[in-house]
C-alpha cells in the first residue's frame, strides 16, 4: 500500500523560507516521479515542482529560482525547499506520486504566509 506523509508546513513571514517533507511507503521516490502541488482556497490544485526518477525537475512559473524540488533515496522522502516566500504562497501543499497511470497523495500540509 502506498502512503504519502506531508509535514513542515506552517506559518511564515514574507521573504522567509521553510522546508517540505514528504515521506512515502510502500513505494520508491527513486524510482517514480515526485511532485508537489498546491491548492489555495478557491483555486484549482496546480503543480509546483516535479522530479523524475532520472532526476528531471520541472517548476512552475512562480516557483522557479526560489524552490527546490529534492530527494533523498535513503530515507524515502522528497522535499521542497521553499525562500523568499510571498503572501500568494498560502496554500495547502500536497506531495504526488506517480507510477504509469496511477496517482497517490498525501493528505496535504497548510503553509499560511502572513505579509
Known amino acids: 500500500q502506498v502512503q504519502l506523509v506531508e509535514s513542515g508546513g506552517g506559518l511564515v513571514q514574507t521573504g522567509g523560507s521553510l522546508r517540505l517533507s514528504c515521506v512515502v511507503s510502500?513505494?520508491?521516490?527513486?524510482?517514480?516521479?515526485m511532485g508537489w502541488y498546491r491548492q489555495a482556497p478557491g483555486d484549482q490544485r496546480e503543480l509546483v515542482a516535479s522530479?523524475?526518477?532520472?532526476?528531471?525537475?520541472n517548476y512552475a512559473d512562480s516557483a522557479k529560482g526560489r524552490f527546490t524540488i529534492s530527494r533523498d533515496s535513503a530515507k524515502n522522502t522528497v522535499y521542497l525547499q521553499m525562500n523568499s516566500l510571498k503572501p500568494e504562497d498560502t496554500a495547502v501543499y500536497y506531495c504526488?506520486?506517480?507510477?504509469?497511470?496511477?496517482?497517490?497523495w498525501g493528505q496535504g500540509t497548510q503553509l499560511t504566509v502572513s505579509s
Open positions: 504526488r506520486l506517480s507510477i504509469g497511470p496511477f496517482m497517490y
Open positions: 510502500g513505494s520508491s521516490v527513486r524510482l517514480n516521479t
Open positions: 522530479m523524475t526518477s532520472g532526476g528531471s525537475t
